[in-house]
């Protein structure tokens, strides 16, 4: 069985709350204050509805008829720590596509990861690859995808990924590791039969991950926001995509930073393509659109 990544010590406990400065009496504005200093996202008065939708569920658990209701629940009754998973999984979005941004994955095969089977040439550290904001796993699965290719053409090698996101519900999705058929039309056939299970019966329409792929890939939570990661610091391949602009301008440049630091020296990260003038400053060069390479 495979290495996975993990954890060099047990992640950090929650951040404290932050002052809210600004929300005044308005308990959506009090809600967002928290959201945003926790996670980073931003929920303008806009997104009200959007958020009382997507909270309805636990709002009825609970027997609030209101988003006001549930939010005075939060901060008067004391019960914000342990709704914050699911005001959380509320408030991500989790947009992700196989082979999304295609590019990316041919640079994947054809230089990163020969480079990092190099530098890991005496076979005692696997190749480590890191999904960031994995989402549903889409992302993390077509990684796996590329690395038992490269294995399967250019001959074995050891590999592991970890795969993070602040969302448990969509951790727990993309562990599960199945698909329907409209999500899997970016994956060319032939890899489609070689790396994934058809459902039959009851199951037909749904796709399952192989489990050859599936024991080289580790999910967890994490927070990008947190002020260190308990991962190693000597990753590869890191995927930090479409999710930095939910993020200030201030918190994009510290994660990227963070991330970096986790970056073996000539680690590859890639972002998404509407996120490369993040990279300026940190200790990365670019060598491909949206692709960096970490440099001493």
């Known amino acids: 069985m495979a290495e996975t990544l993990n954890p060099e010590r047990p992640a950090p406990e929650a951040a404290p709350l932050r002052p809210q400065a600004g929300a005044g009496d308005d308990a959506f504005g009090r809600f967002a204050a928290f959201v945003e200093a926790e996670i980073g996202v931003r929920l303008p008065p806009s997104k009200r509805m959007m958020v009382a939708g997507r909270l309805r569920r636990r709002m009825t658990e609970l027997g609030h008829a209101t988003l006001d209701d549930y939010i005075r629940h939060l901060f008067r009754d004391g019960a914000l720590e342990a709704e914050r998973t699911e005001i959380f999984d509320a408030v991500t979005t989790n947009k992700t ?3 999304r941004e295609p590019a990316h994955f041919r640079h ?21 690859l890191w999904s960031a904001a994995a989402s549903t796993g889409a992302e993390a699965w077509t990684m796996a995808i590329c690395a038992a290719e490269h294995a399967r053409v250019s001959g074995p090698f050891n590999w592991a990924i970890l795969a993070t996101d602040i969302n448990t519900r969509v951790i727990r999705d993309a562990r599960r590791a199945v698909y329907p058929d409209t999500m899997l039309a970016p994956v060319p056939p032939d890899l489609r039969a070689r790396w994934m299970m058809r459902g039959c019966d009851d199951q037909s329409g749904q796709w399952r991950i192989v489990p050859e792929l599936r024991r080289h890939v580790c999910f967890a939570q994490l927070n990008l926001l947190d002020a260190s990661y308990p991962l190693e610091r000597d990753i590869d391949i ?3 995509r479409n999710v930095l602009i939910y993020f200030s301008a201030e918190d994009q440049a510290r994660i990227v930073g963070h991330v970096a630091g986790h970056l073996v020296p000539g680690g590859i990260l890639y972002l998404g393509h509407s996120e490369s003038m993040i990279a300026q400053g940190a200790a990365l060069v670019q060598i491909a659109p949206a692709t960096f390479r970490r440099v001493d």
């Open 238 to 240: 890191v995927f930090l």
């Open 97 to 99: 596509d196989f082979f």
């Open 108 to 128: 994947l095969s054809d230089s990163a990861l020969p480079e990092a089977i190099a530098r890991r040439r005496d076979g005692r550290q696997p190749v480590k």
